[in-house]
């Protein structure tokens, strides 16, 4: 970061909650071995983004990169040469240009793998039944709760094409998140607190998907709840 560059008090209080965050997410099981990322809108509708192939339990505040939300261009790097630019930021930009999100985490949960691979079907994962629903935006314990399923690839940025997909179709226009098979989750939120009660829920939301589909299999139908 330039030196004669002056941070506001809105970046300062978002770079340290995204430093909170990812030492919380880390804690939850969700960014560890140096996987996953973070980003969050400023005031200004900058994008601060974590960097890539680091321990994220042990970013600084000065440690993350400001891009244009629009194009994913760098508009500022962090002092320390070695950090590079997360290759999630292209999905963080698409995520927040489409879904006018102020927060994206891409997590690599166990639960978010196990949670594809419990779907009854290759495209979504359905969910619905729980009380939990409710902590997703616009939704209800009754709610049948649609998340889309894309394939994953070889390189990052190669989800794009996938991602914009389901980001643009109306079938998940209710979603907040998107599920990468054998790879993880994306999950956002209008802001970063929204963010972050998105990821609890959705973490819990698979967690129950999963056991729920474990008792069906040990007992041979579904189970009564």
Not at 28 to 47: E, F, H, Y
Not at 108 to 123: G, I, N, R
Request: glycine content about 8%; aromatic content about 8%; hydrophobic content about 40%.
């Amino acid at each position: 970061m330039a030196k004669d560059v002056v941070i506001g008090k809105d970046e300062r209080n978002t770079r340290l909650l995204v430093c909170d965050f990812l030492r919380l997410f880390y804690n939850n099981g969700w960014v560890t071995g140096t996987g996953g990322g973070i980003c969050a809108t400023s005031a200004t509708g900058q994008v601060l983004t974590a960097p890539t192939g680091v321990h994220k339990e042990r970013v600084q505040p000065a440690d993350l990169f400001v891009v244009n939300s629009h194009n994913g261009e760098i508009l500022r790097s962090p002092k320390k040469q070695l950090l590079r630019l997360s290759e999630c930021a292209p999905i963080f930009c698409q995520i927040i240009e489409r879904r006018c999100a102020g927060a994206v985490l891409h997590s690599h949960a166990l639960s978010t793998v196990l949670a594809a691979d419990a779907s009854d079907t290759k495209d979504y994962l359905s969910i619905e039944g729980l009380e939990m629903l409710k902590g997703i935006a616009n939704e209800h314990n009754k709610s049948r709760h649609i998340v889309p399923i894309v394939s994953n690839t070889m390189y990052e940025r190669e989800l794009c094409v996938a991602i914009e997909g389901a980001l643009t179709d109306e079938a998940y226009s209710r979603s907040y998140c998107i599920l990468v098979r054998d790879h993880g989750a994306y999950i956002w939120g209008k802001d970063i607190w929204e963010t972050k009660r998105h990821a609890e829920v959705y973490h819990f939301l698979f967690e129950a998907v999963v056991a729920r589909k474990q008792i069906r299999l040990n007992n041979g139908h579904a189970p009564s709840f």
